[in-house]
Structures are given as C-alpha cells and as structure tokens.
C-alpha cells in the first residue's frame, strides 16, 4: 500500500470537599463532590485512550467472539476493552479502528457526523467515465439516494504493493479489472458493492484505506498498531 499519514501524565491528585448540608450556589456539596470526581474519572479514562489501526484480512469477523469458531479479531489483536469503531464485511480487508474510548467510537461511526471512508475496490471490466460521473453525482439504491463520493481510476503503478489476497479473487478469463478509490460520506449496508454494480461494474475485491484522517499505511493483513498519546489527542481535536 502507498505510504500515508500512518497510542500518560498521571491525572493529577484530587481532593473531594468534605461532606456537609451547606448548599454551595444552589447545589449540596455532596453534589459538588460526585460531579468532581466524574470529571476526575473522565480525565483519567481520556488519558488512557487507547486507538488501534489494524489491517483486517478477509474472513475475519469484526467482533471478538462468535459461537461458529470462525476467525474473529481476537485471533489477531491483543489488547483488551477495545471495540472496533465501525464495520467492515467479512468478505472485505482493510483498516478497522479500534478504541475503548465511546465518543471517538461514535464519531467514526456514525454516518451524521460525516467522516470520510476511502476504499481501494477491484471491480471487473474497464471502469469507464460514465460510471465514474454516476458515482460522484450519487446513485438511487434500494434504501435510498447515496451521497456524492469521490473517485479515482488507481494506475497500475499506485496498487502494485497490494497483497495478494487469501483466497485470491474470481477472475473470468479475458475479462479485465480495474482499481478506483472511492470515498463515502455515510454508511449503508455494503453500500461500495450495491454501489458499483448498480453502474455494472461489480465488486471482486474491497480494501479500506483510510477512516477520516486515518490511514492503514504500510500495515499488513493481520497487523495492528496503537496511536501515540499525540495522535491521539489529534484525532479528538
């Protein structure tokens, strides 16, 4: 994959205002107290954020449990109370995000908040300027009207880093394929694939690259890495 942008002091020592009937500005300071120690604990819980990037091979659920024995992401990641920020199918690869922090999982998930997701996607046939122009004007699905995406044809010098994929692909012989990156602003069931074939250019393979301005860089299938406390407090700016 091309190059791309690729996680303490200790909180400091609180002391609660003892205990008493007194009303400070209209409030009891036992309320005083339990608002004080919430923010303490929030302070504390921000200062351990934990944010992992970890390249999903395909076939790999995006969950840490599954009662089919099928590979989940606790087959790979081992860092504890962390939950990825978002979905990716299992038949899809590519940057997951994953954190304990609730509001940052939120951000990157939620459609409204409008954080950008780029795919790389192979699609069978030679993409043409047509299809291209039905992308980014937004195309009618079934559960809707999509957004304008982005998208670029990819030149066979920007995805030969690309790994092989496990099992490789189905390929018609005679038949050409295409790579396009293609950003998204929402998050539609499996919209990229309804996507390209509503333009009859279907899916043969999906790697995501990029999470708003996060990247998977030069990860590879299987691999994870945390954010600095920098990038970290970054990303939540």
């Given at each position: 994959m091309p190059t791309q942008p690729n996680p303490r002091k200790k909180s400091s020592s609180f002391k609660p205002a003892k205990?008493?009937?007194k009303s400070v500005f209209g409030r009891r300071s036992s309320q005083l107290n339990k608002t004080?120690?919430?923010?303490?604990?929030?302070?504390?819980?921000?200062?351990e954020t934990k944010v992992i990037l970890f390249n999903k091979p395909y076939d790999v659920l995006t969950q840490?449990?599954?009662?089919?024995?099928?590979?989940?992401?606790?087959?790979?990641?081992?860092?504890?109370?962390?939950?990825?920020?978002?979905?990716l199918d299992k038949d899809?690869?590519?940057?997951?995000?994953l954190t304990n922090d609730g509001q940052l999982q939120h951000k990157l998930a939620n459609p409204?908040?409008?954080?950008?997701?780029?795919y790389w996607v192979?699609?069978?046939?030679?993409?043409?300027?047509?299809?291209k122009y039905e992308l980014t004007k937004g195309v009618k699905l079934k559960d809707g009207l999509t957004k304008p995406a982005k998208v670029e044809i990819l030149q066979p010098d920007q995805v030969e880093s690309i790994w092989a994929r496990v099992p490789p692909i189905r390929e018609r012989k005679n038949i050409p394929t295409t790579w396009i990156a293609l950003t998204i602003f929402e998050g539609k069931n499996r919209q990229v694939r309804r996507?390209?074939?509503?333009v009859g250019f279907p899916t043969l393979r999906l790697?995501?690259?990029?999470?708003?301005?996060?990247n998977l860089g030069d990860l590879k299938p299987g691999e994870y890495k945390a954010l600095s406390n920098d990038e970290v407090e970054e990303l939540n700016k």
């Open positions: 205990r008493t009937s004080a120690k919430t923010h303490s604990e929030t302070k504390k819980l921000n200062e840490f449990t599954d009662d089919q024995n099928r590979k989940t992401l606790k087959d790979f990641v081992d860092v504890p109370n962390v939950y990825a920020a978002g979905r899809s690869e590519g940057l997951l995000v409204d908040k409008k954080q950008g997701k780029t192979q699609v069978e046939g030679e993409f043409s300027q047509d299809a996507m390209t074939a509503h790697i995501r690259v990029k999470v708003s301005q996060l």
